[in-house]
């Protein structure tokens, strides 16, 4: 069963400070993975996504993840965060079947 | 890029009472839809397998006969949620890829459900 776990409920950081999302998955084949980020009232919106190829992948807004097979990791980073980057991060694992599963999220609050 | 629709966007009932919610594929066919639920602070949880034709599939844990979906055409999918209790009050969220699993998967804005 695939699974993700984000170890990070809440992080605040300084505007125009560097921020790293963390994402572990466990699953048994090659992960599809994903990030999406969701404000509030709003519908997730794919930052991200990685099947194959570079590990390093690059996203919409500036975001970008680096996928670590040996640590089942799936990191997000941003060099510089914008107070709009303010919302709730959820990083997600996805199958043949289409199916994706969740991690809890991670609610990222950006102060001035 | 692609877009999905929910309707309504937030709804509130009584209990006993049943909701339908709409999902739908504006410029895009979807043969599979997914729904979801999200309670407060919390994540997606994946509810069903909506299918174009068939029975949808639901996950474990899930009441078939709670939950009844129908996935009417290629661009509409139907969540109705049957004599509504207020624990059933969540956000439900539906999504459907474009084509391919390696395609991406978009999201509708969701439905605040409320029950009284």
């Known amino acids: 069963a695939q699974s993700v776990t984000q170890p990070d409920i809440h992080i605040t950081v300084s505007e125009g400070a560097s921020l790293e999302l963390r994402c572990n998955y466990s699953?048994?084949?090659?992960?599809?993975l994903f990030w999406y980020v969701q404000s509030p009232g709003q519908g997730l919106q794919l930052l991200l996504k990685?099947?194959?190829?570079?590990?390093l992948v690059q996203g919409i807004k500036g975001f970008e993840a680096e996928f670590k097979r040996s640590q089942s990791s799936f990191n997000l980073r941003k060099p510089s965060v914008h107070w709009s980057d303010a919302a709730e991060y959820f990083c997600?694992?996805?199958?043949?079947?289409?199916?994706?599963?969740f991690g809890a999220g991670t609610t990222v609050t950006v102060r001035a | 890029g692609a877009v999905v629709s929910q309707h309504p966007s937030r709804v509130i009932c009584k209990s006993g009472t049943s909701v339908k919610i709409e999902c739908r594929s504006l410029?895009?066919?979807?043969?599979?839809m997914f729904w979801y639920r999200q309670f407060p602070k919390q994540s997606l949880m994946l509810m069903a397998t909506s299918n174009e034709g068939s029975k949808a599939t639901y996950e474990q844990g899930v009441e078939k006969d709670k939950f009844l979906i129908n996935h009417a055409s290629l661009t509409l999918s139907t969540l109705t949620v049957t004599s509504a209790h207020p624990e059933d009050s969540s956000f439900y969220i539906c999504?459907?890829?474009?084509?391919?699993?390696?395609?991406?998967?978009?999201f509708g804005p969701g439905t605040r459900l409320l029950v009284l």
């Open positions: 990685y099947f194959s190829g570079d590990t």
């Open positions: 699953y048994g084949a090659t992960p599809y």
């Open positions: 410029d895009f066919q979807a043969t599979t």
């Open positions: 997600a694992v996805g199958s043949n079947d289409y199916k994706l599963s």
């Open positions: 999504s459907a890829p474009t084509s391919g699993v390696k395609e991406t998967q978009y």
